[in-house]
């Protein structure tokens, strides 16, 4: 059964835009944390942005300026508008929510299946 569903991948040019959009199951209670992590061949999986409960954000300093992070906490998603995208944005991008079981006793996180972002000429 899918958890968290991706969208809005694809191929675009430097200095052009995507948005990213991922829907995490209603079944996933206390979700806290939600964010946006990439992995491009070859390299380590690393953190894009982040947000938390209250919608404070956070960024990878690589990215800062040109991404946007956003949810929408009634409809449990996560949005990442990507703008100014460059050669070296290219990779899988997984979605990821981390929630709160046992009454907070216990943390558990949820990965998104990944969705290529290409940026090429």
């Excluded at 491009?40 to 300093?61: F, M």
């Excluded at 979605?95 to 943390?107: E, F, M, P, Q, T």
Aim: hydrophobic share 30%; glycine share 12%.
């Amino acid at each position: 059964q899918v958890q968290l569903v991706e969208s809005g991948g694809g191929l675009v040019q430097p200095e052009g835009s995507l948005s990213l959009s991922c829907a995490a199951s209603k079944s996933i209670f206390s979700i806290r944390g939600m964010g946006w992590y990439r992995q491009a061949p070859g390299k380590q999986r690393e953190l894009v942005a982040s947000i938390n409960s209250d919608g404070r954000p956070t960024y990878a300093d690589s990215v800062k300026g040109r991404f946007t992070i956003s949810r929408d906490n009634a409809k449990n998603t996560v949005h990442l508008q990507m703008n100014s995208l460059k050669p070296e944005d290219t990779a899988v991008y997984y979605c990821y929510c981390n929630a709160l079981l046992d009454g907070g006793k216990s943390v558990t996180g949820y990965w998104g299946q990944g969705t290529q972002v290409t940026v090429s000429s």
